[in-house]
């Protein structure tokens, strides 16, 4: 075995992963730039640790189940002026995840709600912290199906270990008793542990409406709410203001 295949072989040994894919080219720039041996395995271990620091927060993404991807930088704070530049810049620090504070954005459909919603748990994830995005409708299918399908159940696992929970379209549609009772007990198990970032069309007193049940939806909202900001996002939907046509590009709806 001739030497170069003998360190691939060791830093394989080791785990260093991007150290043995790049060996060639890692030891050409040291030829070329003539490092002491301090800075040579200063810059191979700086390497690979943000190496693996990437491969984790890709991970993080891909696990927290986003539909798509939006980032704060792209969130119009003067488009939707419910929210000020300060409360904006409050909540891209997310020390209020470590707080164990919800946040519930409230407002109609294309007001940027999950946009934000996605935006923070995106910023999360590659701060590393364990994120979980879906829909109530598919947390309502998974917690009526956990205990007798494999899917339901590890995604429920992962949302009860996760940092941060953004539950999209709370309200859109009525859940039945059933799922209103599994719902509740979610948000007690998850309670200071772990913080939720609700979306819904609903503000609180119509909770009662789509929970089927007065005592249940206020028992819910007693526990999502003890430490919690609630934000009116109200004004024009940005998808119909920014509307695009294939046929016609210069039309507007």
Request: net charge neutral; with cysteine.
């Amino acid at each position: 075995m001739d030497k170069l295949k003998e360190m691939k072989a060791q830093t394989t040994t080791l785990s260093l992963i991007h150290t043995r894919d790049n060996i060639e080219a890692i030891l050409k720039a040291a030829e070329d730039t003539n490092p002491t041996y301090r800075e040579f395995l200063g810059n191979i271990l700086s390497s690979e640790i943000s190496y693996r620091q990437d491969k984790a927060k890709s991970k993080r993404i891909k696990e927290a189940g986003f539909p798509y991807i939006r980032k704060l930088e792209d969130f119009n704070v003067s488009f939707q002026k419910a929210i000020t530049q300060r409360q904006f810049n409050q909540l891209a620090e997310l020390t209020w995840i470590e707080g164990l504070y919800n946040l519930i954005f409230v407002g109609p459909p294309g007001v940027g709600k999950t946009h934000l919603s996605i935006a923070l748990a995106y910023k999360a994830c590659e701060e590393g912290y364990r994120v979980s995005y879906t829909t109530m409708q598919s947390l309502v299918q998974c917690l009526r199906t956990e205990e007798i399908d494999r899917r339901s159940k590890a995604k429920m696992n992962r949302i009860r270990k996760s940092s941060l929970l953004v539950l999209d379209e709370v309200g859109y549609l009525p859940i039945t008793e059933m799922d209103g009772n599994l719902f509740f007990q979610l948000v007690s198990d998850l309670q200071e542990q772990t913080s939720i970032i609700i979306t819904t069309n609903k503000g609180f007193e119509d909770w009662t409406e789509f929970l089927g049940d007065p005592a249940l939806a206020t028992a819910i909202l007693d526990r999502l709410t003890y430490r919690c900001d609630k934000i009116l996002m109200n004004g024009k939907s940005y998808r119909l203001e920014n509307h695009k046509s294939f046929l016609n590009p210069k039309e507007e709806c």
